[in-house]
C-alpha cells in the first residue's frame, strides 16, 4: 500500500485545513488509518485512526472536539479535518495504514510520506 499525504500548509491560529490521506497501487481494503504527527525534536505522535469500516474513530486527547477523521473506501482516501488550530498542532502530520492499526506506531505496516502543518499564533 502506498500512501501520499496532502493538504499541509501555513495557517494561522483558529483556521482550519483538511488532510487527505489517498492510496494508491492497492486499496485500503481491510485497513485502519491513522494520523500521526512529529514536532521538531519531539517523538511521533498518535493523532488520530478509523477503522476500516469507518464505524470506530480514536482520537488523541489533545485533538478532540477540534479533529475529525473520515474515510471514502470508494476513493481510497482517508481525511483528517483540523479546526480550531493552535500553534502546538504545528508538525509534520503522516498517515499510516495497519491491519491491526488503533493508537501506537507499530501497529501500522505502511507509511505515507508527511505534509507540513505550520500554525502561527
Known amino acids: 500500500v502506498q500512501l501520499q499525504a496532502s493538504g499541509g500548509g501555513l495557517v494561522q491560529s483558529g483556521d482550519s485545513l483538511r488532510l487527505s490521506c489517498a492510496s494508491s497501487?492497492?486499496?485500503?481494503?481491510?485497513?485502519?488509518v491513522g494520523w500521526f504527527r512529529q514536532a521538531p525534536g519531539k517523538d511521533r505522535e498518535f493523532v488520530a485512526s478509523?477503522?476500516?469500516?469507518?464505524?470506530?474513530?480514536y482520537y488523541e486527547d489533545s485533538v478532540k472536539g477540534r479533529f475529525t477523521i473520515s474515510r471514502d473506501n470508494a476513493k481510497n482516501t482517508v481525511y483528517l479535518q483540523m479546526n480550531s488550530l493552535k500553534p502546538e498542532d504545528t508538525a509534520v502530520y503522516y498517515c499510516?495504514?495497519?491491519?491491526?492499526?488503533?493508537?501506537?506506531?507499530?501497529?501500522?505496516?505502511?507509511w505515507g510520506q508527511g505534509t507540513q502543518v505550520t500554525v502561527s499564533s
Open positions: 499510516a495504514a495497519g491491519e491491526r492499526g488503533v493508537r501506537v506506531l507499530y501497529e501500522y505496516e505502511y
Open positions: 497501487g492497492q486499496t485500503f481494503s481491510g485497513y485502519a
Open positions: 478509523i477503522t476500516w469500516t469507518g464505524i470506530t474513530t
